[in-house]
């Protein structure tokens, strides 16, 4: 069964090459030839070939079996393929494998989990998202690596249990533990390694499955410290980042520490560009993004020099007017983010002007892929939200979100279509369902950056029921806390001025119209406003909150209070 799980295709192979050498245009009677260079399988799909031999690296990064060159190459996208076959399997600098022989059989309940693992853990890991590091980067692993199996168990297994503080552990937790410890003690000769790149990328993994298993388990600070370790060894440089199995563990990381450093908190990085690609190297596309995943990479860069710049500010000294350099930062930002939405159009366009694939799978089936629009509407989201910041950064008045209304719209209207597909999607059976689930990013740090700064109330309270709609974890955000934090700011800041019990229920399917907005809901008493919200998840699924507001007489309000996930 091991076997079987570690040698099954990434995605559903490309349909066989056809022998007709003429394709028909679809209402225009024309034939027109294919391509006699490339792979059999480009040839199918009609798009360009790297002609890399044996194996075609557009058929390999998309998950395709290539079919090579007539009686020449083909194959290469069976994990197998991917990771088992080397003819020698030292490491060298410029790639690292994680793949050795079986070493022993496993008991049926870790076999349990490991299929749970395949079947939904590693889908709803990856997110809206086709990172491949959850199934095609650690799967391979699971034979071969034995600290990388037991963490996988233990996360697996983490999915079924309910961690209460203050209960005892029951039987499934203590299986959990075992296999925790189990890892832990699979990493100890490692740790003694570090300059073996093959033992740094084997410890990486597990960081990165450990992080997400104590964000489960409600055990926050224990979760920052393998996040931060993680992050140590990156900063070192001790991970070449030249084969795609370690892209996708950079990627990975970079994706969780952007997603930890949406929420005003004290989680920041010295330096913001130890991840794929520096603010000062991006190169966004002329043309168009190659896919969500590239696109996403793009953006993280620009927001986590965003949410950079924000902590700085947030530390410097208060009433200083912004010193030349940082407005010379802002303007490069918002230029950089007008490149990006400009990129996004024209690659939206040309999706738009493409049949779609006729192998596409149901929403939720697969990892997100190029072929998801979900993926793309999230982007839309998260770029509107980094636009908001950006516009906002040397701007310590909560008033001047009032004029970005139209953008916190935007971000609730992709919240509304996301929310429609993914309404649709759960009613499949064994489809992907997010709830009660942890990944790496999503929708709410926008929602939740929403219902805290814009000035509208019905989309505040839209806001709200969203991120209390489907219980899940971005992160180490857990979206029933993060709604609780918002409904406690929003009534502190109505108190004496709105009656919460004015807005009714909200219907997610329905949103109103920006024309439609009225100026009754409209907040304005500045002094009610808080100018900051920082949000730190604490033990036990529990988070804090400290909010900041500068009264009538000038005097700063710093109001502290604690929420459950109870």
Not at 23 to 39: F, V
């Amino acid at each position: 069964m091991l076997q079987e799980l570690t040698s099954v295709p990434l995605r559903q192979p490309a349909p066989p090459v056809s022998t007709t050498t003429t394709l028909h245009t679809a209402g225009t009677g024309r034939s027109r030839k294919k391509s006699r260079s490339g792979c059999g399988t480009c040839k199918v799909r009609k798009v360009k070939c790297d002609e890399t031999k044996p194996v075609c690296n557009r058929c390999l990064s998309t998950g395709r079996t290539c079919d090579g060159y007539g009686a020449q190459g083909g194959g290469g996208n069976t994990y197998l393929d991917r990771y088992g076959r080397r003819s020698q399997p030292t490491t060298t600098g410029s790639e690292v494998q994680l793949s050795k022989p079986l070493a022993k059989s496993f008991p049926s309940d870790e076999l349990r989990y490991l299929e749970l693992y395949k079947q939904r853990v590693s889908w709803t890991s990856s997110g809206w998202f086709g990172y491949s590091f959850w199934h095609a980067t650690v799967i391979p692993a699971l034979a071969s690596e034995p600290a990388i199996l037991h963490a996988v168990v233990a996360l697996s297994a983490a999915h079924e249990c309910n961690f209460i503080p203050g209960q005892s552990v029951g039987t499934r937790e203590r299986f959990v533990l075992k296999q925790y410890s189990q890892a832990i003690s699979g990493l100890q000769p490692m740790l003694a390694r570090t300059s073996d790149t093959q033992d740094v990328a084997v410890v990486l993994v597990t960081c990165m499955l450990f992080t997400f298993l104590e964000y489960l388990r409600g055990r926050h600070e224990i979760a920052e410290t393998h996040l931060k370790n993680g992050i140590k060894l990156l900063g070192d440089g001790r991970v070449p980042r030249s084969s795609v199995m370690e892209q996708s563990i950079v990627r990975s990381f970079a994706a969780l520490v952007t997603q930890r450093t949406l929420f005003s908190s004290d989680f920041h990085l010295s330096n913001p560009d130890i991840f794929p690609h520096s603010l000062a190297t991006l190169h966004l596309p002329s043309s168009i993004f190659a896919s969500p995943e590239a696109a996403k990479d793009a953006l993280d860069t620009i927001l986590r020099r965003v949410t950079h710049t924000e902590h700085l500010l947030q530390t410097s000294q208060p009433h200083h007017q912004p010193s030349p350099s940082l407005e010379k930062t802002q303007s490069h930002l918002l230029t950089l983010l007008d490149s990006w939405h400009a990129t996004y159009l024209r690659t939206k366009s040309h999706l738009n002007s493409c049949p779609p694939d006729k192998d596409t799978p149901a929403f939720g089936s697969h990892p997100g892929s190029s072929r998801t629009p979900l993926s793309y509407t999230l982007l839309l989201m998260s770029h509107s939200s980094a636009l908001i910041r950006a516009h906002t950064l040397l701007s310590a008045s909560p008033l001047i979100y009032a004029s970005h209304t139209r953008l916190f719209h935007r971000i609730l209207s992709c919240a509304r279509t996301i929310h429609i597909a993914y309404s649709f999607a759960v009613q499949i059976p064994q489809n992907v369902n997010f709830e009660h689930s942890i990944c790496e990013s999503g929708v709410v740090a926008s929602l939740f950056y929403t219902a805290i700064k814009c000035r509208v109330r019905c989309l505040r309270h839209y806001a709200h029921a969203s991120l209390d709609a489907v219980p899940r974890m971005e992160g180490c955000w857990d979206s029933p806390v993060v709604a609780k934090v918002v409904e406690r700011v929003m009534g502190m800041e109505d108190q004496g001025v709105w009656d919460a019990r004015k807005e009714e229920e909200k219907d997610l399917t329905t949103l109103p119209e920006f024309e439609d907005l009225e100026d009754e809901g409209v907040v304005l008493e500045e002094e009610k406003l808080f100018r900051s919200v920082r949000v730190e998840m604490r033990e036990g699924g529990r988070a804090e909150a400290r909010c900041e507001r500068v009264g009538g007489d000038g005097e700063v309000e710093v109001v502290v209070f604690e929420v459950g996930n109870k």
